[in-house]
Each structure stands twice: as structure tokens, then as C-alpha cells.
């Protein structure tokens, strides 16, 4: 089931939201300051955030940039349409105005979790690693990496088939529908720039190359 982040100081909103999600069979995590929720948010990747904007460390306004790729509802006592447009227009994906009615809030969890399963049909998830094959783009944490067509084919294989080895003639064999240029002298050039820009993210070598196989991802 969907796990849901609720960003917001004030506790009892943030248990009251806790206990209604969990009623839906969703998991739970809580921050309580902007300044935290960037913190859990480096080694954890929610499917939806409910986002308060008055919080102490970094408002809302300040970490909505900061949130790449997860969709955002933003649950505040600001009304004003200013801010309710200037919000959707910078990333929000929904905004619900305090005091909300728990069923309509309940509602539009459904409605963003159901537009990201439509989304994410062309994008693959592997321990830390995200990859969108739509915009040959992968995600480490937070940071986005580009990738060449050729380098999102071969990564994308390896992330459906994390921690086993995949031969050299496989990867070929599987990859020449989307890159028909990519050969067996070419490939391991391929995968050494893409664990030179994975590396260069968190130091972390994600693929490991199978003596005598071929390469396979680590999860």
C-alpha cells in the first residue's frame, strides 16, 4: 500500500491525519518541521506528501522546490487564491484549505495516488534509484541525473532484474529494439558512464560487472 509523508507542526493535526490514512490500510510518516521532513526525505521516498506551509525550519513554500517527483497536497489555512495558484503553479499537485473535511482530503489522496500509478507505468524503482524512461531520467535520492537513450535502456533492464547477473549478448539482445547502434565494444563504455554519474551523486557504485557474465545491478 501507498506510504504517505504529513508534514506538519501541529500535532494533533498530524496524528488525527496519521489515524485516518492508516484506517485506509496507507503507511505512515510524520515530520514536524520543514528542516526534518528534508532530512527523512534524503533516505526515503514517500508516494504522496500532505505539506503544511507554516512550519518552523523551512516553510512549506521554501521545501516545495525541493521535492522532486512525488506528488504534493498542500494542507493549509491560507486561502487566498494568490497563494492557493502560486502554489499549484510551483509544484503542487492539489491544495485543501484548513479546517478540511476528512473524507474530501481522503479523496484527493485517491485521486493523486491513482494519476501516479498512470505516470508511473514508464518509470522503475530499484533500492535508490528511480528511472523515468519517458524523459530518460533517474533519480538518486533527491538529484537527477540525464541519461543518453542508450544508457536508460540498459539501466532500465538492469533495474527490473536487481541483483542478477545479465550477459553482455542479453543486455544486447534486449536493448537493440530502442538502441540498434549499441554493440558488444560500445556497451561497456555505456555502463562505465553510468556508474560514473550514479557514483558521482553518493560515491556509490550501483552495477557490478559479473566476471566472465556480464552485469548486473545492486539493490
Known sequence: MANIMIIDDDVSINDMLSEALISEGYTVSKAYSGTEALMLLSGSRPDLILLDLMLPGLTGEELLPKIKDIPVIVVSA???????????????????????????LLARVTVQLRKREITDTNTITAGE???????????????????????????????????????????????????????????????????????????????????????????
Open 78 to 104: 491560507k486561502a487566498d487564491i494568490s497563494d492557493k495558484v502560486g502554489l499549484l503553479l510551483g509544484g503542487a499537485a492539489d491544495y485543501i484549505t484548513k479546517p478540511f473535511n476528512i473524507k474530501e
Open 129 to 219: 534509484l528511480s528511472l523515468c524512461c519517458d524523459t530518460f531520467t533517474v533519480t538518486v535520492g533527491q538529484t537527477e541525473i540525464q541519461l543518453t537513450r542508450t544508457e536508460c535502456a540498459i539501466l532500465k533492464l538492469l533495474m527490473q532484474n536487481p541483483n542478477t547477473p545479465i550477459g553482455k549478448t542479453t543486455i544486447l539482445d534486449r536493448i537493440s529494439y530502442d538502441t540498434p547502434d549499441c554493440t558488444e565494444r560500445s556497451l561497456k563504455q555505456h555502463i562505465s558512464n553510468i556508474r560514473r554519474k550514479l557514483s558521482a551523486v553518493n560515491g556509490n557504485d550501483y552495477i557490478e560487472a559479473v566476471y566472465g557474465i556480464g552485469f548486473r545491478l545492486r539493490s
